[in-house]
Every structure is written in structure tokens, then in C-alpha cells.
């Protein structure tokens, strides 16, 4: 994908001032934010990805903000923005969950952060539900396999430092299966304060009654339902390798 970088001085002219301060900052919050970029390191964005804000592509969209790639010191990043609308009142918050994630080697690496930014390691790749649908061709199976085992490895380093995702029972937008690392991603919703449910959530996610199952199915036989609420029952009482690993052998990665 070609990547053409913009100043982010232009970030205050339309339509960009729509995407540093979505939905509906105003004109000195904006220049706050493009001055609270520069401190950090931001010099310029580049607007492309699969999600689309009026005409402008970008990398990801939530409740809490807008993802899009820049350049930090000449290297390429990942930036989220607050958005306006927020409830989160800063980025603080999310970027320590980020960081608690980074040590079990969980997750894109925080750079930095601020009040309205996280700034962290660019992941090019694709998120795991369009990485499945689009899976084809001699070996699809053991890539798929390698992929979901990487996925519930994470699962099972968050579940043992106590770091609960959230969201992984709908997994398909919270994985990126990138070129040179696959990882969890979007910590918005992560907690500590709740029992880490990682390993069940996105077993569940992945196997049973989602989209990402149907097409999982087509490419290797999965097992059992019964046998894989089983082996999720006795590890979500018990979140011990052992357990993990007895897991790992019924659905066979």
C-alpha cells in the first residue's frame, strides 16, 4: 500500500480537522491536540486503512478513539486519538493497561502516550476475521493453527498476570495477523479489577456459533462442541498450564 504522509499543521484544515478532533471538537481543542502531538513526536499522518470517516481512510475506529499511521521521528506508528464524545476523560488509563499487557509480551509496544494520544508500534497485517476469509491454498491449515495457537499463547500470558481483554468472545476485530508479528490488540475495555477470562473468550470466539467458526471449519475439522466445553470448563476452574495445554491438544494446534 503506497503511504503518502501529511504535516499534521495541515490537521486543522478540512476534512483532516474532522478526524484529529471527531466527531465535534472545536478549533483551539484542535490546535491543543495538533500542539500535544508535536510534543510527542508526531510530525506527520498518513490516512489509509479499511475503515472509511466521510472520505478519509483510517486504521481503526472504537468508542474511545480513532486509530491512524504516522511518523514519529521518521518512524512509522500507530496513533490513537481520543475522540471528543469520550467518556474516557484521557488516554492514561488504557495506555497503563497497554503497557501491564507489553510485559507478558501481550500486544503492539506502547511508545508513548498523553491526555488524547497513544502512540504505539504500527502492526501491518490484517485483523484475524478478514485474515480467516481470506485464507486459501496449499497450507492454510497449519498457518491457521499457527495463528490461533499464537492467539490463545497470548490468551493464557494475560490470563496468568491477571489482565481480562474484554472483548475477545468477539475476537474478530481484536487480533491482527501481521507480517512480522501476530498479537492482540485494543485494550479499551481490559481490566485487572476482574477474573481474566483470555483462553475462554476467545476459544469461544474462535470455535463455537461465530462467523470466524463457520469459516475455521471449512478450512481444518474442528472438535466436538462438547469435548471443547469440557476441556474450557475444567481450565477456566483451574487456569494452569497443564490445563492449557490439555486445551491446545483438543483442538489440535
Known amino acids: ?6 504535516s499534521i499543521n495541515k490537521l486543522s484544515e478540512k476534512p483532516y480537522i474532522t478526524i484529529i478532533g471527531y466527531p465535534n471538537a472545536t478549533k483551539k481543542q484542535v490546535q491543543l491536540r495538533i500542539a500535544q502531538m508535536k510534543k510527542l513526536g508526531i510530525n506527520s499522518v498518513s490516512f489509509q486503512g479499511d475503515l472509511k470517516l466521510g472520505s478519509i481512510s ?7 478513539g480513532i486509530v491512524v499511521l504516522a511518523k514519529r521521528q521518521n518512524k512509522i ?10 467518556q474516557r476523560k484521557e488516554m492514561n488509563r488504557e495506555a497503563k493497561l497497554l503497557e501491564i499487557a507489553n510485559s507478558s509480551g501481550v500486544g503492539p509496544r506502547l511508545i508513548t502516550s498523553s491526555k488524547n494520544f497513544m502512540v504505539m508500534e504500527y502492526l501491518d497485517g490484517k485483523k484475524i476475521g478478514l485474515w480467516i ?6 497450507g492454510s ?4 493453527k499457527s495463528v490461533i495457537k499464537k492467539t490463545l499463547e497470548d490468551c493464557y500470558n494475560l490470563d496468568q498476570i491477571g489482565l481480562d481483554h474484554g472483548e475477545l468472545s468477539s475476537i474478530s476485530k481484536h ?4 507480517k512480522s508479528k501476530t498479537t492482540i490488540i485494543d485494550f479499551e475495555s481490559a481490566s485487572t479489577k476482574r477474573r481474566a477470562s483470555n483462553v475462554t473468550s476467545a476459544t469461544q470466539g474462535i470455535f463455537i456459533g461465530s462467523g470466524i467458526s463457520k469459516a475455521t471449519q471449512k478450512i481444518y475439522k474442528l472438535p466436538s462442541k462438547n469435548k471443547l466445553i469440557d476441556a474450557l470448563r475444567i ?3 483451574k487456569p494452569s498450564r497443564k ?3 490439555a486445551l491446545l491438544k483438543i483442538l489440535r494446534v
Do not use: E, P, T
Request: hydrophobic share 40%.
Open 1 to 6: 500500500m503506497q503511504q503518502s504522509f501529511l
Open 58 to 64: 483510517i486504521l481503526g475506529k472504537g468508542y474511545v
Open 77 to 86: 506508528v500507530a496513533v490513537k486519538i481520543r475522540r471528543s464524545d469520550s
Open 133 to 138: 476469509r481470506d485464507l486459501k491454498g496449499k
Open 141 to 144: 491449515a497449519s498457518r491457521l
Open 175 to 178: 487480533v491482527i495477523v501481521g
Open 235 to 237: 481450565y477456566k476452574h
Open 243 to 245: 490445563n492449557f495445554d
